[in-house]
Structure formats: structure tokens, C-alpha cells
């Protein structure tokens, strides 16, 4: 059972840690908000889709400023017990430092992982409905792009012609086996295009072994020109926002990937990051009180903030160069990921040892 001193300490944490998030959760949609309503500039739409575009986003926004959230709240949560002499009053009463380091530990985890199963669950589905209904703004809302077990499946509709893409194999600017269905809108005229492989790095595919059949003739050719809405480029950056799927989504989509022979190197960089976050919140934590108590001219809430703001952004720069190493496969994904965290570790651990003396 949890002890009176306890209760109180984790009440404390979890009532900073609420107080801070609903205040970066307000600066999100504020800075959100002027952002879509730069979208909308051109669009008629009043301040209904602004708003609700912004409430959508909001929390995405949220779950990426979480370990900046943790790390300033602890700082806010010792300020409020040493304001009040109650650090002092707990030492008195056999309560030492890492006691309470143990407990805001214990309670970190558990928030993170409810963060990461719960909050992302429910951010990332917020995410792909403000993604869906933006997309209905977009000038290139005709065509449509998924990756199945299947493989990469296109609709896109060009010079009153209707095209269905598929191709088993997607690496980069090239795809394999595919198959072109076109239907024209106005004479209900459709051919079938297959090719062996095309080279996707232009909007004008370079089919390679093309076979044409309509309900006429069939026809072979070796090479065949044809005019898209897509490139490379533009299909993998449709499939680049990974904010708007759950972790179970991301485990799919990794394993789509692999079956078409799609680079899985961002996924496996995201689903890695996510992974690591409980144990990079409870690091931040960890990281926060230290500095608090080892730096005891710190002592207002401007210069909490100021530190707070510092760290995160050293923190952030590490985490950022470090994943971008991992995503451009200079370096192992695993280690790009967890080697910020092991440098943050071995600093916690050599403050750690020595937190009873302040």
C-alpha cells in the first residue's frame, strides 16, 4: 500500500504534470490555428474548418512535446515542495531524495505507458481524420495511394481517363510487375496495361515489356511512355506521415513494407522511438529533479523555465541528429535511437548516486 507521503508526492507530480500539459496543449492550438487559418486564405470556409482542423491536430502536437512536458513539471513539482520547506520536512521524517527520485520514477512510467498505448492511440486516430479531410482541399485530391499485402495500389483520374495502378514491387523510383487499368469516363473503353517494370523518378513512367489489351487487339511494346500524377518522390512522402497510425497500424504497415520490397527503415525508426519513450520520460524526470537539486539557484519559475526550455532544446538536437543518422542508415536504427538515451542514463546514474548529498 501506498504511504500518506506518498499519495502526496505522486498527487503533486501528476497535478504539475496535468497543469503543464493543458498549457502546451493551449500554445499548440493558438500556433495551430494561425497556421490553418493561413491555409484556408484562399478557401471560403468561415472558421469552422480552421477550428476543427486545429482541434484534430492538437494533440499530435501534444504527444510531441510530451518529454519537455515531463521534464518541466518535475522542475514546477519541486519548486511547489521547496517553496513550501517540504524537501526539508521530508528529509526530517526519513524521507531522503532518492526515495522521492524512486517514486516520481515509478509514477513516470506508468504515465508513459499510458501515453504510448492509450494518448498516441488516440492522437494518431485525431491525426488521420485532420489528414483526410485536408486532403479534401488539396488539388490533388483526384488520385488516391495505398500500400496493402498486395502491394502499392494507385487511383488517380487523368484527361477524363480513370486509372487503377498496381504493382507487387515498390522500392524507391522504380516498381515492379504492374498492372495499368484505364477506363475512359465518357465511352466506357478500357485497356489493360501490364509491364515488367517502370521507372517512377518523373511524372512520365518508363515502362519496360509492355503488354496492351482492349477488347480489339493486343499489343506488345518494349518500351512505353506513361503521363502521372505521381513520382517517387511524391508516393513515398504520401506514406511519410506515420503520427497518424497506432502502433498496431505501424506493426502492418512494417510488414506491407517488407512484402513489397518498400524501404522500412523510417517505420522501423518510428515504431523505435515510440518504444523508447517511456523510458525517455522517465529519463527527462529523472534529468529534471537533478538539475533542481544540484543547481539550487534555481529557485524562481522564470529560471525554471529558462533551464527547462535549454535542456530540452540541447535534448532534442541529440535525439534529431542521432534518428537522422538512423533514417539515412549511416548508423544501426537500434543504436540511433537508444544512444541519446544511454548518454542521458549514464549522466542520471552519476547524478543519482550522489542525490542524497544535496
Not at 498549457?23 to 493558438?30: C, M, N, T
Not at 521530508?90 to 522521492?100: A, E, I, L, T
Not at 481517363?161 to 484505364?182: G, L, P, W
Amino acid at each position: 500500500m501506498f504511504k500518506t507521503y506518498q499519495l502526496y508526492i505522486a498527487k503533486i507530480f501528476f497535478k504539475n504534470l496535468f497543469l503543464i500539459s493543458l498549457v502546451f496543449l493551449g500554445l499548440s492550438f493558438i500556433l495551430n490555428f494561425f497556421e490553418e487559418l493561413k491555409f484556408f486564405e484562399n478557401y471560403d470556409v468561415g472558421i469552422k474548418y480552421p477550428v476543427l482542423l486545429t482541434f484534430l491536430n492538437s494533440p499530435s502536437i501534444l504527444f510531441e512535446l510530451f518529454p519537455f512536458i515531463f521534464l518541466i513539471s518535475v522542475k514546477f513539482f519541486y519548486i511547489h515542495l521547496n517553496e513550501r520547506n517540504e524537501i526539508e520536512i521530508f528529509k526530517n521524517h526519513g524521507v531522503d531524495n532518492f526515495s522521492v527520485l524512486s517514486l516520481l520514477s515509478f509514477c513516470t512510467i506508468i504515465c508513459g505507458a499510458f501515453v504510448l498505448l492509450v494518448f498516441y492511440t488516440f492522437s494518431s486516430n485525431l491525426k488521420s481524420h485532420y489528414l483526410n479531410l485536408k486532403n479534401k482541399f488539396s488539388s490533388e485530391n483526384e488520385y488516391l495511394a495505398v500500400v496493402n499485402e498486395n502491394g502499392l495500389w494507385i487511383k488517380e483520374e487523368i484527361d477524363g481517363s480513370s486509372n487503377i495502378i498496381h504493382a507487387k514491387k515498390f522500392n524507391k523510383n522504380n516498381i515492379e510487375d504492374i498492372t495499368i487499368t484505364q477506363s475512359t469516363l465518357l465511352t466506357d473503353k478500357i485497356n489493360i496495361i501490364t509491364a515488367k517494370n517502370a521507372d517512377i523518378s518523373t511524372k512520365i513512367w518508363s515502362l519496360e515489356n509492355v503488354k496492351i489489351v482492349d477488347k480489339l487487339s493486343d499489343k506488345k511494346y518494349k518500351k512505353l511512355n506513361y503521363i502521372s500524377s505521381f513520382d517517387g518522390e511524391i508516393i513515398s512522402n504520401l506514406f511519410s506521415n506515420l503520427n497518424s497510425l497506432n502502433v498496431y497500424q505501424l506493426n502492418i504497415l512494417l510488414s506491407n513494407y517488407s512484402k513489397i520490397g518498400y524501404s522500412t527503415t523510417d517505420v522501423n525508426v518510428h515504431l523505435n522511438k515510440l518504444y523508447s519513450l517511456p523510458i525517455f520520460y522517465l529519463l527527462m524526470t529523472i534529468l529534471g529533479l537533478l538539475i533542481m537539486m544540484k543547481f539550487t539557484f534555481i529557485k524562481t519559475k522564470f529560471f525554471t523555465i529558462i533551464v527547462g526550455v535549454s535542456v530540452s532544446v540541447f535534448v532534442y538536437y541529440i535525439n534529431y541528429f542521432s534518428s537522422l543518422f538512423g533514417s539515412n542508415e549511416t548508423i544501426p536504427i537500434l543504436l540511433s535511437i537508444w544512444l541519446p538515451h544511454l548518454i542521458l542514463f549514464l549522466i542520471c546514474i552519476l547524478g543519482g548516486l550522489r542525490i542524497n548529498e544535496s
